[in-house]
């Protein structure tokens, strides 16, 4: 694949659909044109990556093996969304702090290494990490 043009995408597979789409919609604010179906497809802004949900049942069935999500935070990978710089992140966390979501590690913290970040963890316990490499 490489040297011809690919668009990375990530799939989550989702338990119920109708929650994690409206929070990846109405909360994050993620671009879609679901329409309460099986299949959700999300892009940001700048298009570059996208995100989509399938249904857990339907994909279950899809691969004809019994499936057995996690429990609690998913410790098996993070979404990262990174912003401009790190007076995004502190404003993304502040909107997001209005609207009661839950942060595992609390507030932004900036590690020696340059990046500032916090995580947010989506109703089926997904992580997600905003942050930033860029100080102001």
Known sequence: MNGKEVRVGACLLVGN???MA???RDILGFNTD???GNFAEFETANGR???FMYSREEFVKAIGQAYVPPKGINQTFEIALWLPKFSDVDEEYGRLSEL???FPCGAPITFDFGIRNFY???PEGN???IGSMNAD
């Open 120 to 122: 947010v963890a989506d």
């Open 127 to 129: 992580l997600l990490e």
């Open 22 to 24: 409206r929070f990846y």
């Open 34 to 36: 679901w329409d309460g």
């Open 17 to 19: 659909i109708d929650k």
């Open 100 to 102: 009661n979501v839950s």
């Open 49 to 51: 990556t996208t995100l």
